[in-house]
């Protein structure tokens, strides 16, 4: 069988020569058998630009014909960029015109201009090697013989014809989803056919359905996975209990946001008599009832993880799972896998177990309430006896802990999130930054360890896993982070050693001053996102050896397979080296598949949060609000607001001089008065227009005369 490695080292040989498929298949088939299969295998190789086929119907590598492979980012103004598939290979920069029928995200071969090199590559896309799109959302709208719909996502800068009897009774003016049946070409439009009609722009909730639609998000799980979970008993029957350690009469309790209906993990803690603590963290047995291989567990796999919307959530299970028998709810008895850590007052483990067992959470405990006892603003959020001690020993442990953290070098951003409150139909009616108190940061660093304890675990036992790594940022970006540090008067930073230890000392070293933003904006973007992997390697960012993402089965993928690979440990059973194989595989599979839907997930999340923001904007216009500046652009500042709205000022808008954009500096810098507005200026703003279809909340800046006058308050 000829393998893609065989044909790809072939071809990069020197001598190699651009040549047919029958004389490739001279080469690789001397017997003439499997010429179907090897045809197969070269269309498949073409559609993922391993390798090009000229209109001579001659194949090489894309290299070979100078040109990239990789996939679009499109502007909406026409223009886009490629990102190639090669790491570390810079952008082509795609004009206007040039495209040739290609949309956003789609994978392309684009041919450099003869004058491209070096950073300034420019080229034209050739060919199409694979569609990112089946479906769109948009608006549809009749003009006289014409009907069109007009995509939501505005880098999809082509028009869809919708032919006579195509329509599905969509009327003008309604949010669709539409097929295309046929792609935009160089010189002609895309067509397709109405599959749903949404409904008016202004039904509540339209705009996360449309997001949902868009991203392609599921509203409802497919039949033989509603089955499997019917069939999941909401009780726990006594012969469930066989091996399992019986916890129910301790006082374990889950802490959590309002809202939350997943409740994955919960937690006890009690000192014992030598001064050391006993930190149990107890983690819903997900993997008991969905079984590898079952519809359960398939479906969960392609979606990776669950999706929070500000109205709505996308479970990775179903919720007869994920919000029932699996979640800890409280007084009910619920299947577990406990961690019990002796932790010393230095926050180190001194020793653990890992053991399934059974727990009957005595109460659900929100952070407010939490954070409310602790700061002496409340009354003990429940009445349990010991409990009140128990949440001051968790403070205090917490504290231990993150002390330990910090020494050993780990990254602390302290980046705040948002919160998005609603009224009934779905409308904004309130952002603000949300709160991390101690309660948060109790469960943050109880669920950090035990992460760390149990990839220890498992890595000092070979087990096939997935680890949560966090490679080392790029020593180019390193570099340029040294270099406005410099600037800024901190020398002999030594973050060239890439040692995580000296990026907080920076942290630590700019708190409070008036560089903090810059500096904290700037190392984060110089930093690598984390993922998940079957080979164990450091996590960076917590300046750690050994890193897994163990506690929440319910919504994410790779806790559920690593609960499974721990079960089966926990219940004796041998790994042949066949079992082996196999787990190490889909450890593989679903490490790769639970990173690109993290990173889904991700991007939803923060436009469904920024829709959010720009629809709360949307009554603003005129008001003045004090911010920072959170980017630098050729075309602008973005200023973030105290309520973490964010939105452009213009260099149109900046009247005063002509701007420049010094990239090494980050600023914005007038060309005759010298004038600079960097990143991490505090700025006062006015609102001068929301669009929600833009996603855009546009400022301008007051003038010192005017933002001397009193700002108005979100």
């Keep these: 069988m000829v393998t893609k490695k065989e044909i790809l080292e072939f071809m990069k040989a020197k001598a190699y020569r651009p040549l047919t498929l029958n004389e490739l298949a001279r080469i690789f ?62 952008d082509v920069f795609i004009p206007p015109g040039c495209l040739g029928g290609a949309m956003h995200q789609d994978r392309v071969a684009v041919r450099l201009f003869p004058s491209s090199h070096g950073r300034t590559r420019e080229g034209e896309v050739v060919r199409v090697l694979r569609r990112a799109h089946r479906q769109l959302v948009g608006t549809l709208y009749k003009k006289r013989r014409s009907v069109f719909v007009v995509p939501d996502d505005l880098r999809l800068t082509h028009q869809v014809v919708i032919p006579k009897g195509k329509l599905n009774g969509a009327r003008n003016g309604e949010k669709v989803v539409v097929e295309l049946t046929t792609y935009p070409g160089p010189h002609t439009p895309a067509e397709g056919r109405v599959v749903e009609v949404l409904g008016p722009e ?28 019917e069939n999941v008993p909401l009780t726990i029957r006594p012969e469930e209990l066989v091996g399992r350690r019986d916890l129910r009469e301790w006082l374990i309790v889950t802490i959590d946001g309002e809202d939350a209906k997943d409740l994955d993990d919960a937690v ?34 392609q979606r990776g993880t669950s999706i929070y919307l500000p109205d709505r959530v996308i479970p990775m299970l179903p919720p007869r799972l994920s919000n029932g028998i699996c979640s800890l709810n409280p007084e009910e008895d619920r299947l577990t896998l406990s961690v019990l850590m002796r932790v010393d007052s230095k926050g180190e483990v001194l020793e653990y177990e890992l053991f399934p067992s059974v727990i009957r959470s005595k109460a659900r405990l929100t952070y407010r309430a939490v954070n409310d006892y602790l700061a002496g603003r409340g009354g003990v959020p429940a009445p349990l006896p010991g409990l009140g001690r128990m949440l001051e020993l968790m403070q205090e442990l917490c504290l231990c802990l993150r002390r330990r953290r910090l020494k050993q070098g780990a990254i602390d951003f302290n980046l705040p999130e948002t919160k998005v409150v609603l009224d009934e139909e779905g409308r904004t009616v309130d952002v603000y930054p949300a709160e991390r108190g101690i309660g948060e940061q109790i469960i943050e660093e109880f669920m950090l360890l035990a992460n760390e304890t149990v990839a220890r675990h498992a890595a000092k036992l ?15 970006k390193v570099a340029s982070l040294e270099e406005l540090l410099a600037s800024l008067g901190y020398q002999n930073t030594r973050l060239g050693t890439l040692e995580p230890a000296r990026f907080q000392e920076v942290l630590e070293a700019v ?59 926990l219940e004796g059973a041998n790994l042949s080296p066949k079992r082996r194989a196999r787990l190490e595989k889909l450890a593989q599979e679903a490490a790769a598949q639970a990173s690109e839907r993290e990173r889904l997930a991700m991007e939803v999340e923060r436009e469904a949060v920024d829709i959010k923001k ?101």
């Design 29 to 90: 088939l001397p017997d003439g058998k499997g010429l179907g299969a090897f045809k197969r295998l070269l269309r498949e190789m073409e559609e993922e630009g391993l390798i090009y086929q000229t209109r001579a119907a001659r194949y090489g590598l894309p290299e070979q014909f100078n040109l990239v492979v990789g996939r679009l980012e499109c502007h909406p103004r026409g223009y886009a960029f490629l990102v190639p598939d090669r790491e570390g290979e810079p």
């Design 202 to 229: 202004d039904a509540p909730g339209m705009d996360m359905l449309v997001l949902c639609r868009r991203y392609g998000l599921p509203d409802s799980f497919p039949p033989e996975v509603e089955e499997e979970a």
């Design 268 to 301: 006890s803690l009690e000192l014992l008599p030598d001064g050391t603590y006993r930190l149990g963290v107890h983690i819903a047995d997900v993997s008991y009832y969905v079984r590898e291989g079952s519809a359960l567990d398939r479906e969960a796999f």
């Design 462 to 476: 070979q087990l096939p896993f997935i680890y949560r790594i966090h490679p080392q940022p790029d020593p180019e």
């Design 511 to 569: 708190a409070g001053k008036p560089e903090e933003r810059l500096v904290n904006a700037v190392m984060l973007r110089s930093l690598k996102q984390a993922r998940y992997a079957a080979e164990r390697s450091e996590h960076f960012g917590l300046a750690s050896e050994y890193y897994t993402h163990f506690t929440s089965p319910i919504r994410r993928y790779p806790d559920l397979f690593i609960h499974r690979v721990l079960r089966s440990w």
């Design 614 to 714: 720009v629809a709360f904007m949307v009554d603003k216009v005129g008001r003045e609000y004090a911010g920072f500046i959170s980017g630098v652009t050729n075309w602008g500042l973005y200023v973030m607001l105290e309520n973490t709205v964010e939105g452009l000022v213009h260099v149109r808008h900046l009247t005063d001089d002509f701007y420049f954009y010094d990239e090494k500096k980050y600023a914005l810098v007038g060309r005759h008065t010298g004038k600079r507005w960097r990143l991490g200026d505090p700025v006062r703003v006015r609102v001068l227009r929301a669009s929600v279809p833009e996603k855009l909340v546009e400022f301008s800046l007051l003038t010192e005369a005017e933002a001397a006058g009193k700002l108005s308050c979100v």
